[in-house]
């Protein structure tokens, strides 16, 4: 049953909450991706999972144990969401954690953000597993301009280079948008600004979005790494101008933390993640999918 939009202001600190200091577990659950973005600095592999990164994640039969020490620690946590380290459609961990969760701890809600690659052939499972709000992160609407943020994509088992790539990228998200808010799930979409690249055309994506339903829109600066290492991060007034942007189409979302994939508490307030996980993960503090 699709939460109320006065229940998730409420509730999740994401879409409205975080005046009401509501709080958060991240499940990292999701090793694998299936895109290999520019500014990623994690080493993409393809849908299988790889030595090194298994070890930093968890199981979704852990999660609901986390989850309870973390309710415990912070009883403000009305949210779990799946936010990687990887994508969380690129495997079936996050879909079976929230099986699980949801007859766990049934009163929180599901949140999950993906490439969104995935995303249309996968809606219905979402739906069926009862995610609330879903994050996509779009970071063009034009397979030019996403062939620059991104090299690669791995689709049903094939690596699919360049604007080809971005092509079907971008039509797969944009077509799961529209599907998913169709049928009433809450969406949210971020935009990494990268200064050169996709600060023009902020505008098209978040008109784009708005348009297939999304309601909230989130910008998130670049971190120089990988290979956009050289690019400078943008400048406050650069962000401010993407939002003001972004604003004329689209409710935008300024007081995102960009949390880990790991992060526990109340977004940009408190961080118990080191003690519900126990230092067992080692995530690196890297471009986050919330
Ligand atoms: Fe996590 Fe993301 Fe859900 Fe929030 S985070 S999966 S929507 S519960 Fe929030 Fe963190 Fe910003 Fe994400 S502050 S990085 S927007
Ligand atoms: Fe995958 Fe996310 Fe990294 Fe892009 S930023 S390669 S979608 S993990």
Do not use: W
């Amino acid at each position: 049953m699709a939460r109320s939009f006065e229940e998730l202001e409420k509730n999740h600190p994401c879409f409205g909450g975080c005046k009401f200091n509501a709080g958060r577990i991240h499940l990292p659950v999701s090793p694998g991706c299936n895109i290999a973005c520019r500014f990623c600095d994690r080493s993409v592999n393809d849908v299988e999972q790889r030595p090194g990164v298994t070890s930093k994640v968890i199981s979704p039969d852990e999660a609901s144990s986390f989850i309870s020490r973390a309710v415990e620690l912070v009883p403000s946590i009305k949210v779990a969401g799946i936010a990687g380290p990887g994508d969380t459609l690129a495997t079936d961990y996050a879909i079976d954690t929230f099986h699980k969760i949801g007859k766990t701890h049934p009163d929180l809600l599901k949140c999950m953000s993906t490439n969104g690659l995935l995303l249309n052939e996968r809606v219905d499972e979402l739906i069926e597993v009862g995610i609330d709000t879903l994050t996509v992160t779009v970071n063009a609407v034009d397979p030019e301009i996403e062939a620059r943020l991104n090299d690669y994509i791995i689709y049903h088992g094939k690596k699919i280079e360049g604007v080809e790539g971005a092509k079907i990228l971008i039509e797969n998200q944009l077509k799961g948008i529209k599907k998913a808010a169709d049928t009433g799930i809450t969406l949210k979409i971020n935009t990494v600004l990268v200064p050169g690249i996709n600060d023009h055309h902020i505008g098209t994506i978040a008109k784009t979005v708005s348009e297939l339903g999304a309601i909230i829109y989130n910008i998130i600066p670049l971190i120089p790494q990988h290979k956009l290492k050289d690019i400078p991060k943008p400048t406050c007034e650069q962000i401010e101008d993407a939002r003001e942007e972004a604003e004329k189409y689209i409710k935008v979302f300024r007081h995102c933390a960009h949390c880990r994939a790991d992060a526990v508490g109340v977004p940009g307030i408190s961080e118990y993640s080191k003690l519900v996980y126990q230092n067992r993960l080692n995530v690196r503090n890297t471009f986050s999918h919330g």
